[in-house]
């Protein structure tokens, strides 16, 4: 890819991250400060409620649950009921979102050696769960292709053609697997964690492509998100099965994202080809203008040559007619070498020749004469010798 090709794709998603950033900043901006707000106004009624606390032993308090909040822990409610965030379940679902690059942040290692481990464990698990996710993309590419050949051949009876066929196929191969891995699992979320449509299709969208923001992570019990419930219970392998539906879901968007990448290459392919036809077209046509050109010009300077060529045929023959020798021709001054004659294919068409050898001024006339020395006519006005072939 050429670097001016690599500028404009640069300065093109720096300009989609402004409008995204101007974006996010107009909706989420007034709500944050709405919450300020609300925390302030808050805390101040909990301080007039409660003389007993002050403003200081407030703000540790608030510390300590946002330090838990953190490190996962919801602090409502009686800890005791809870279960822990790092059994072998959620530890499992960790490990999934890690070598995933998900990385819902809800949990993380606190301790040194949770960290040293974390760091080794992502660099040989995320190459590895590369490899585990190409093959299953080309297994679900592969199966997904056998049905799209079999509707191909339903729509082939329709005497459709060829690229709206594709076009109808693929569409419907990316309905068939939103409605698999994105709508089905969206309904399942709804259902089991009580978040409403808008959050579960949220939470489906923010884990398959990666983004795992964490406000929402399933099987949490409410942990850390908005509209959870905190009377849940899982079983111990839901969690493990989520992780088995983000697998999968990912390697069908790897699909997806793989299908779309191929048809910016062929369409990338064929404009390069229709601009390489066009260039082939331009420089026919640049050379075939460049031959008219140059054979007009030769053309033009034959003729050219040949009207020399009798001019100075004429001037031959008026010089023999008129006695005039090269001798006499070298004896004359540039001016008395003066030739005035009019000059044309056939002599005989001017059988009237004059011989002016008097010094009177301005008897040469020019009458429409070509002047074959190159000289100017001001010499005739200098009383010189001046040979005139007149038209009438």
Known sequence: MRWKTVSAIFFLVVLYLIIGATVFQALEQPYESSQKLTILAEKLKFLTMHSCVNSTELEDLVKQVVSAVRAGVNPSGSLSN????????????FAGTVITTIGFGNISPRTEGGRIFCMLYALLGIPLFGF????VGDQLGTIFGKGIAK????IVKWNVSQTKIRVISTLLFILFGCLIFVALPAVIFKHIEGW?????????VITLTTIGFGDFVAGEKGHLTEGGSENLEY??????VVWFWILVGLAYFAAVLSMIGDWFRVISKKTKEEVGEFRAHAAEWTANVSAEFKETRRRLSVDIYDKFQRAASIKRKLSSELGINATMNQEMTPGKRTLSANLCEDKETYPSLTLSLSPVPGALTRNGSLYLN??????ADRQEIAIIENLK
């Open 196 to 204: 409403s449509t808008l959050e579960s299709i949220y939470f489906v």
């Open 374 to 379: 190159g000289l100017s006519p001001d010499y």
């Open 235 to 240: 079983l111990d392998y839901y969690k493990p």
């Open 82 to 93: 809870q279960t822990s965030l790092w059994d072998l379940s959620s530890s499992f679902f």
């Open 151 to 154: 509707v191909e051949k339903m």
């Open 132 to 135: 585990l996710l190409a093959g």
